[in-house]
């Protein structure tokens, strides 16, 4: 097992950027530089946050609207990417998504239970991105995503989020879901935590960060995790 205490490295992604304005600044203005960010296509003035964004010194993540269990009763919004579409389909609503704004590192799933899980509808998806040399972030949430397999076929750099830490937005949860994030780190050398751009989350992880560099955790832009499977 991975060992030394120092050099424990910790990536936090906090998606949902552009859907609430106020919201939106505050995360770029409080959240410290190695904090990475993950914009939703669906929202306003995108271009503009991502350059406000990418000058604070934020590495950047596109979030797919992909197709959870139970759609459309519940709904990752417009353009949705649907195990139903055709790939055609599918590859049209990715590249909206990505021509919504530039210089992101890769792109991550928004929801997407159901999508991630199905190889016909996901395998697309990796070979696009293969193609265009874009990282692929999967959020954790849902065990059977195909992701790991499908990026390392397509030479996808990947990333998988250990902990949701906000799930349950109280302070005190969402710390405790922070040191399990540095134990894990602790553990095995880096760990991925995924949240959103809730004001309680934002301010919480922003003082978490000044701590946890106190105790020699390394916090770094999600791309310094991700496996790229053309370097081995």
Same mark, same amino acid.
């Given at each position: 097992?991975?060992?030394?205490?120092?050099?424990?490295?910790?990536?936090?992604?906090?998606?949902?950027?552009?859907?609430?304005?106020?919201?939106?600044?505050?995360?770029?203005?409080?959240?410290?530089?190695?904090?990475?960010?993950?914009?939703?296509?669906?929202?306003?003035?995108?271009?503009?946050?991502?350059?406000?964004?990418?000058?604070?010194?934020?590495?950047?993540?596109?979030?797919?609207?992909?197709?959870?269990?139970?759609?459309?009763?519940?709904?990752?919004?417009?353009?949705?990417?649907?195990?139903?579409?055709?790939?055609?389909?599918?590859?049209?609503?990715?590249?909206?998504?990505?021509?919504?704004?530039?210089?992101?590192?890769?792109?991550?799933?928004?929801?997407?239970?159901?999508?991630?899980?199905?190889?016909?509808?996901?395998?697309?998806?990796?070979?696009?991105?293969?193609?265009?040399?874009?990282?692929?972030?999967?959020?954790?949430?849902?065990?059977?995503?195909?992701?790991?397999?499908?990026?390392?076929?397509?030479?996808?750099?990947?990333?998988?989020?250990?902990?949701?830490?906000?799930?349950?937005?109280?302070?005190?949860?969402?710390?405790?879901?922070?040191?399990?994030?540095?134990?894990?780190?602790?553990?095995?050398?880096?760990?991925?935590? $995924?949240?959103s751009a809730f004001d309680l989350t934002v301010?919480?992880?922003?003082?978490?960060?000044i701590e946890a560099k106190k105790r020699g955790?390394? $916090?770094?832009? $999600?791309?310094?995790?991700?496996?790229?499977?053309?370097?081995?």
């Amino acid at each position: 097992p991975w060992s030394g205490a120092r050099g424990a490295r910790v990536a936090i992604v906090i998606g949902g950027l552009a859907v609430s304005q106020t919201g939106t600044q505050a995360a770029i203005a409080k959240l410290p530089a190695e904090v990475t960010l993950g914009f939703a296509p669906q929202g306003n003035s995108i271009g503009r946050w991502m350059q406000a964004a990418r000058q604070s010194g934020h590495e950047i993540v596109m979030q797919v609207p992909l197709e959870p269990f139970d759609y459309p009763n519940v709904n990752p919004g417009r353009n949705t990417l649907a195990v139903a579409a055709t790939a055609d389909e599918n590859l049209k609503n990715l590249r909206w998504a990505l021509s919504r704004t530039t210089n992101y590192t890769g792109v991550m799933n928004y929801m997407g239970a159901r999508f991630s899980a199905d190889a016909a509808a996901m395998g697309p998806l990796m070979a696009e991105l293969g193609r265009r040399g874009l990282a692929y972030v999967d959020d954790g949430s849902s065990a059977r995503s195909l992701a790991p397999e499908l990026a390392l076929k397509n030479g996808v750099p990947f990333a998988a989020g250990d902990i949701l830490i906000d799930a349950v937005r109280d302070r005190g949860a969402i710390l405790k879901k922070l040191d399990e994030l540095e134990a894990t780190a602790r553990a095995k050398g880096f760990a991925v935590g $995924i949240g959103s751009a809730f004001d309680l989350t934002v301010d919480t992880v922003s003082s978490w960060v000044i701590e946890a560099k106190k105790r020699g955790i390394e $916090i770094v832009p $999600i791309s310094a995790v991700a496996v790229d499977p053309e370097k081995g």
